[in-house]
Structure formats: C-alpha cells, structure tokens
C-alpha cells in the first residue's frame, strides 16, 4: 500500500534530537519519513551528495523543513546553506510545506528586519543569512507560513493538526469530484442533445416519422404557449385542429380574420384576450411545422387584451 512520504529537512547535529522525534511520529502515523542520516537517500557516484536529496523531493509527497540557529553546509555554486536550497526545491516542484524555526530564531528575526544594514553579531543564529533566507520565505506570492517552536513536541502537535485537516479537506474534495463529474456528464449530454437536434433539423425533410415526432415533441411552440397563457400542465399538439380544440377546451372561440391576415386567432370574452399564432408556424395541410429553437423567433405567438367597443354616439349618460 503506498504512503505517503515525508522528507524531513534541516541541519543535523543541532537538531538531531528534534529529527528522531519528528521520525517517530511520521513512523507512528504510519507514513514513511525521508532522512538522510538514516540511508533512506539513495546516493550515486555520478553527482554531488547534495544533488541526490534534491532530486529525492521529486518522489516525496510533504517538506517539513526546521529552521534553526545553526546555518549548516553550503550549498554548492549557493550562497544558501543545503537545508535552504532543499525548500527552494520543494517550492519549485509546488509540494506541500510545512516550516518551523526557533522560537529564539523568529524573536531576533524581527530585530533583524529593522536593522537589516547593520553590522551586528546575532545571539539566536551563526550566520545572518538564515534571516535573510528566512526574509525571502515570508516574501513568497504563496502562503507558506513559519511556525515556531520551541521543542520538538510543539513541531508534532501542529502537523498533526495540520495533516488531519488536510485528510479532511481532501475527504471532501473527492466527495465533490462526484457532483464535478455529474455536471460534467450532464453537460456532455446537452452537447450531445443539440448536435442530434441540430442534424435532425437539417435531415428534418425525411420522410421518417419517428423523427418528426422527436422534433415535435420539443417545438418551441409548447414553452411559448404555457409562458403567455400561464398554463402549468404539458400543452402538445399536431395541427391546427388540435390547437383549436385545445383552446375551445380554455374557452377561445375560433375567429373569422381576412384572408390577407398573416394570423389565426381565438378570442376569449370573458377574460377579454385574444391568443394570435402566425401562419408560418404550420403547414398549408394544417400540420405544425417542424421549427427547432435557434429557427424560433418572438412574435410567432402573442396574446392581446381585447378593449370594450366604445359607447354609441348619442346616447345619454344617467346621473
């Protein structure tokens, strides 16, 4: 079963005991620590010792790196010391990190930004470049905050808390992955929906009726109606017989219009509207032709309020 492995970094004889505590507890948790004093750094011949740690990040899934007072062995063709050159390699490589210094370490970390110019021998640390380093840090555009600490118990404590809400968020990110992955699929079958909506318009001369009733059974017409007269249930019809008798059905009566009008309509008396549909909307047989969404336009179907006939000329008003 794979785990995950923890690369532990830091200077060594000053902090040995700190790193066999910090082991400990990785081991405890049951992940698999990463410590060169311990062998688990598989070195060759063919570079420098410090190149095979760099390179054994890459495999490594967590950096805890601890700052102390000590600034440890140069890195070659470095200013920096190893420890340092090893975190600027897990932040190039984007893992995840985790940074404690010394308690000591931070307080004069913090006379030391205010005196940055100043020639000054440093009590918490051998070297001033271990503030500088740890002045770049803080400057990072990431978040990679500095925790602390004072024994190695205060190390242990904070990643347990750290990793246990990791385990957490990640618990709910894959619970999430199945909603990313519905939305997904359902937009997949959208896309799918237009493209055969789309090819069925343009083979919609096809004598097929099984794919005329599929388009049928989408017109546009049926939304239109349900929006303007506020119907709630599914309208569905074939002709313009059966619109009509649907709408007797809601008490429109079938008007008699011009022959040059461009609109079949109904009245309704008594709510006082008229339900008006172009005639581009069937067929000369009488048959609804088949229209598809993008071919819809506004205005196919309307409904108008019919106004009161004003009173006769000549009649009195009583008072």
């Known amino acids: 079963m794979a ?27 049951g992940f698999d620590p990463v410590m060169f004093e311990r062998g688990h750094i598989p070195y060759g011949s063919a570079k420098p010792l410090e190149d095979y740690c760099y390179k054994e990040i890459e495999s490594c899934d967590i950096l ?6 000590k600034f440890g062995s140069e890195a070659k063709e470095s200013a920096h010391s190893i420890t340092q ?19 000591a370490v931070l ?11 100043a020639k000054v021998n440093w009590a918490a640390a051998d070297d001033v470049r271990i503030y500088k380093f740890i002045d770049e840090v803080y400057a990072l555009p990431i978040g990679n905050p500095v925790f602390p600490f004072e024994t190695s118990a205060d190390i242990t404590i904070l990643l347990q808390e750290q990793w246990a809400g990791l385990f957490q968020r990640l618990l709910l990110e894959s619970a999430h992955q199945k909603e990313v992955r519905l939305v997904s699929d359902l937009n997949t079958t959208v896309a799918t929906l237009n493209q055969l909506v789309t090819f069925l318009t343009e083979d919609k001369k096809n004598s097929d009726s099984a794919i005329r009733q599929i388009l049928q059974a989408s017109h546009p017409i049926f939304g239109e109606i349900k929006k303007l007269l506020q119907v709630q249930y599914r309208v569905f019809f074939t002709n313009l017989t059966e619109l009509t008798q649907w709408l007797s059905a809601r008490g429109f009566k079938e008007d008699i219009v ?54 006769p000329e000549g009649d009195d008003v009583p008072f």
């Not at 307080?107 to 110019?117: S, V």
């Open 3 to 29: 785990k995950p492995r923890i690369f532990v970094s830091s200077t060594y004889y000053d902090l040995k005991f700190v790193r066999a505590d910090l082991e400990r507890f990785i081991r405890d948790l």
């Open 64 to 69: 805890v790196c601890i700052i102390g007072g």
């Open 85 to 103: 050159k090893e975190l600027r390699t897990a932040i190039e490589l984007s893992k995840q990190i985790y940074i404690f210094a010394e308690k």
């Open 107 to 117: 307080a004069e970390f913090r006379t030391y930004q205010r005196n940055k110019e």
């Open 258 to 311: 011009p022959v040059e009008n461009e609109f079949y309509e109904w009245s309704n008396e008594k709510e006082k509207r008229r339900f008006l549909v172009h005639e581009d909307v069937f067929e000369e047989s009488g048959r609804l032709r088949t229209i598809t969404p993008e071919e819809w336009k506004k205005g196919l179907v309307q409904v108008e309020k019919i106004s009161d006939p004003p009173p």
